[in-house]
């Protein structure tokens, strides 16, 4: 619950300060939003968190299962990225051709550190528990769903019906505000329902998200932000059941 609510709040905030950005100012000003963060959380993160202490033989860094994840990620998030200019070509395949051998390797290359009594940078063990690679599995999919969606969202509002940035923005903004109250609060629904409170969650999102394409169909270029926040609530709600209790 600690974790969810900073993690809520920024999709809150990151709307509305972005569309006061570019509305005001330049889009160009986004990249320097975490400059002024950074510069105040670096010396706090120094001073407050604990000193790791460590007990036993201390392991070195893993530089070649990183640099191994790392390529393996560029060769398909690239193609994924550039497809739609490129339409296709023959080098979008050969990447994810790449890509899938740089995913092997690496899990040759960490299946030998763990071996070796090292420490790999992606300990190929932890896909052995099922709850883990179950968990994993869910949330590529739920993240990978939602976050989507938010963005076709945006291009609708900004592009489709024209509004500025900030009024997009401020559409979010019930889901993210739903979403950060729901995960402060989803521990005491998990220890109620256990993993039945993830089905109650997906479900909530559903209900909410549908509540929103109706009113898109129904009010067309006419629907406004009031038509949206009991729907957005609806799937905030949903959001934050599901993302702590995930991770957990």
């Known amino acids: 619950a600690i974790l969810t609510v900073p993690t809520t709040l920024a999709p809150a905030l990151g709307p509305v300060l ?18 002024p963060i950074g ?18 033989p201390r392991h070195g860094l893993d530089p070649v299962g990183v640099a191994l994840l790392a390529t393996a990620l560029v060769l398909i998030l690239f193609p994924l990225v550039q ?8 080098w979008t395949w050969l990447m994810f051709g790449g890509s899938a051998l740089a995913f092997g390797l690496l899990w040759r290359w960490e299946t030998r550190q763990k071996e070796q009594g090292k420490e790999p940078v992606v300990p190929p063990d932890l896909f052995r528990n099922r709850h ?6 869910l949330s ?11 963005f076709i969202v ?4 900004q592009d489709g019906l024209h509004r500025s940035a900030l009024r997009t923005g401020l559409t979010i903004l019930p889901f993210a505000l739903a979403s950060m109250v729901a995960s402060s609060q989803s521990h005491k629904v998990s220890y109620r329902l256990g993993r039945h409170v993830l089905l109650v969650g997906c479900g909530l999102m559903t209900l909410g998200l549908l509540g929103y394409l109706v ?30 209790p995930v991770q957990d």
Not at 39 to 56: C, K, T
Not at 132 to 137: I, N
Request: glycine residues 8%; hydrophobic residues 60%; charged residues 5%.
């Open 18 to 35: 972005g569309g006061l950005l570019v509305t005001d100012l330049s889009w160009r000003w986004v990249f320097y939003v975490n400059v």
């Open 39 to 56: 510069v105040v959380i670096v010396p706090v993160a120094v001073r407050l968190l604990p000193r790791l202490r460590h007990h036993g």
């Open 83 to 90: 497809w739609q200019a490129s339409d296709w070509p023959y």
């Open 132 to 137: 883990f690679t179950s968990g994993t599995v």
């Open 140 to 150: 590529l999919f739920y993240f990978a769903s939602f976050t989507s969606i938010f």
């Open 154 to 157: 945006s291009l609708l509002w």
């Open 215 to 244: 009113a898109i169909l129904v009010a067309g270029a006419r629907v406004n932000l009031w038509m949206l926040v009991a729907p957005f609530l609806v799937a905030g709600t949903g959001n934050g059941f599901v993302i702590a």
